[in-house]
T-cell receptor, first 114, second 114 residues
């Protein structure tokens, strides 16, 4: 199993550009989520999904969209990039949305918005 | 909303010294998880605590969950250079429909001097 994969690993955008961060998992996990990591702030939840066709907002959803058309894929779309979205983005998945399932993280995408 | 505070933010130790990081939640948790992130890497699951007052050990690592299920600690005995990294706690709020929604602490960055 490849686990959780993310592409690209690095990306530089100009303010106002849009792009999609890709996330895929091959573990048949129901639950998937997106976090951003900024220095001194830990990981903050952007959006999450408890199964195909179901998504919900996390702590910091503004400026981001998600969709979950399949169990395997959970792309994160930046609608109009801003410098404040410069961050490291991690996708994670877990076996089920039941309480206490450990999360498996992808390798991350380092995004810079100029 | 739920807040999870983690202290200290940084800890520098000599190899062989002990290390402890503390995690406090503003709300009662259904469970707490601990993750380790090596420099340049992604968070990796260490352990989950579910029961009030629970204590779990993994070799030199001891994890505790408070009686009120609002705080937790990670203690490393006799640190080694391989322990270097950032340690995060992540709590899931008790009650409601917070399925799998983890709130991460800010993390404690541990450096170990040989």
């Amino acid at each position: 199993n490849a686990g959780v994969t993310q592409t690209p690993k690095f990306q530089v955008l100009k303010t106002g550009q849009s792009m999609t961060l890709q996330c895929a998992q091959d573990m048949n996990h129901e639950y998937m989520s997106w976090y951003r990591q900024d220095p001194g702030m830990g990981l903050r939840l952007i959006h999450y999904s408890v199964g195909a066709g179901i998504t919900d907002q996390g702590e910091v959803p503004n400026g981001y969209n998600v969709s979950r058309s399949t169990t395997e894929d959970f792309p994160l779309r930046l609608l109009s990039a801003a410098p404040s979205q410069t961050s490291v983005y991690f996708c994670a998945s877990s076996y089920s949305p039941d309480r206490g399932a450990e999360q498996y993280f992808g390798p991350g995408t380092r995004l810079t918005v100029t | 909303g739920q807040q999870v505070m983690q202290i200290p933010q940084y800890q520098h130790v000599q190899e062989g010294e002990d290390f402890t990081t503390y995690c406090n939640s503003s709300t009662t948790l259904s469970n707490i998880q601990w993750y380790k992130q090596r420099p340049g890497g992604h968070p990796v699951f260490l352990i989950q605590l579910v029961k009030s007052g629970e204590v779990k050990k993994q070799k030199r690592l001891t994890f505790q969950f408070g009686e009120a299920k609002k705080n937790s600690s990670l203690h490393i005995t006799a640190t080694q250079t391989t322990d270097v990294g950032t340690y995060f706690c992540a709590g899931e709020n008790a009650g409601g429909t917070s399925y799998g929604k983890l709130t991460f602490g800010q993390g404690t960055i541990l450096t170990v001097h040989p």
